[in-house]
Structures are given as C-alpha cells and as structure tokens.
C-alpha cells in the first residue's frame, strides 16, 4: 500500500466510524494540494467499493465568510454520495458526526454534462433545476482544525446534504436573500450573493476544476454551490431551516 492509500484509509476510517483524528498535516508538513486531491480520490473509491454510488461534488470554500471562519484563501471541492444525501425533514443523527454543521447552500441539478473551461452561459445551459439546500459538514479533524491539504484530503469536509424542491434554472440567482433559522430563531443571514458573487461562477469553477482529476459533471449530478454563511454547529433537539428567496426552503431535526 503507498503513503497516499494509507492516508485515504486514515481519513476513510476517520469518516465511517465518527472518529477525530489528528491532521495529516502534523506529520507531514510538506503534503501537497495535489497529493491532497489524490488521498481524497483514494477514500472515496473506498467509499464506493463499499456500494455507494457516486451522485456529484461540493464546492468549498466559496464565500468570504467561510474562508474567513477556516482561514484559507481558496475555493475547493469534494465528491458526494448517496449515503451522504438526507430525506427533507428528516432527523439527522449527531451520533453519526463527529462535529456536525450546517450551511445554507444553492444545488443544481446538472441536464446536460458540463466538463472544462466554460461560460457562465454554457454552465447554466447545462443545468436542469436549482434548489435550496444544506451541506452538512463535519472534519473528521480534532477541534475542526486542518490546513488546506488536510481539508482537501478530508473530501473538503462534506458529510451530507439535504435538498428542498427544484425549480427552473431561469430564476436569476444572483442575490436572493438567504435565512438559516434554529428553532424559528434567525441565526445566520446572507445572500447568494455571497457564493462567489453568484453562484453560477461556483459551476463554472465545479466544470474547471473535475475536470483537471478527468471527471466531468454529468447528468443527474448535483453540485453544491458551497456556503452562503458561517456554517452552524448543531444541537440535539434543533429544528434547523435555510430559506432561500424565489427558491423555497429545507429543514432537518437535530436528534
Ligand atoms: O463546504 C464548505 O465550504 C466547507 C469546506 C471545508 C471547510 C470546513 O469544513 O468548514
Ligand atoms: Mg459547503
């Protein structure tokens, strides 16, 4: 087995079994952002021997808010799961997390494949719907704690998503206004806005950047656009709501 298998097992084990783990980045200083992208690739074909099955990616890292809340300066991104995917109002586990948060977020539904460099006009061509959404996400670091590689290597901390109804890609999603409420009491406010100054640009990234790994986002792919605000650390016993302006809303218990 290489090194990089040997960290896709530790981050792997770390994810299924709830487990914190020290970062990477603490024995190995000198881990790289593309050896990085190959320990997450690693993990996830873990994942999917297991059975799971491929379903789209996550964007990381697109607003300042969450680049501030992680103190990086990059947008990342990571593969998501069928496992991963919640039932709207359902009750999430704690027990199943190692430090769950949740982050209001834009998803789209992908019509057509979208693969490379392309226009914000031919990313949106491609897109069958759009809906508001949660990304759940949980370091499987001790303290939430990482460095970039180490957050990368992490599948960029994603965990699950929650996604409300879809509509017509043709709403202009540039600034709608975006609640996250626990327990009917607002707790984080923004807007679409702040995902990359519209959330198209986090597809056209999304094409960009699988692209670069020979992956492309295919019909029937969701991508998470990435967080509009502070993601939220859950509580057991929280009912936890993002509404999205023209969109819609999705909600989850804490249990
Ligand atoms: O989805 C995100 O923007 C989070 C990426 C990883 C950073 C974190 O765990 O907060
Ligand atoms: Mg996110």
């Known amino acids: 087995m290489t090194a990089l298998h040997e960290l896709a097992v530790r981050v792997d084990e770390a994810a299924r079994t709830a487990t914190a783990i020290p970062q990477l980045t ?12 190959a320990i997450q690739a690693l993990s996830i074909r ?32 990571g593969r998501l799961t069928d496992a991963m995917l919640l039932e709207e109002g359902a009750s999430l586990s704690k027990k199943r997390y190692v430090h769950p948060r949740a982050e209001p977020e834009v998803v789209f539904l992908m019509g057509r494949r979208l ?38 290597a992490d599948n960029s901390s994603s ?12 709403v202009d999603l540039s600034n709608l206004g975006v609640v996250l ?21 986090s597809l056209v990234a ?21 967080g509009v605000t502070a993601a939220h650390a859950l509580s057991v016993g929280e009912y936890v709501e993002t509404n999205i302006e023209a969109l819609g809303r999705v909600a989850i218990t804490v249990g």
């Open 206 to 226: 999304a094409a960009r950047m699988v692209a670069q790994w020979g992956e492309s986002l295919e019909p029937g792919d969701l991508v998470m656009a990435g």
């Open 181 to 201: 409420s626990v327990n009917g009491t607002p707790r984080q406010i923004g807007s679409t806005a702040a995902i990359l100054g519209n959330p198209v640009r």
């Open 46 to 77: 873990r994942r999917l021997e297991r059975g799971e099955r491929r379903i789209g990616v996550k964007m990381g890292l697109t607003s300042r808010a969450k680049m501030i809340q992680v103190g990086v300066d990059e947008v990342i991104w």
């Open 159 to 170: 965990s699950g998503l929650v996604i409300g109804s879809f509509v017509s890609p043709r």
């Open 115 to 152: 693969s490379g460099r392309v226009t914000a006009l031919e990313a949106m061509a491609a897109v069958e719907g759009v809906a508001p959404a949660m990304e759940i996400i949980d370091s499987r670091y001790q303290a939430f704690r990482f460095a970039l590689p180490d957050v990368i």
């Open 26 to 37: 603490n024995d190995l200083p000198d881990l790289g952002i593309d050896d990085a992208y």
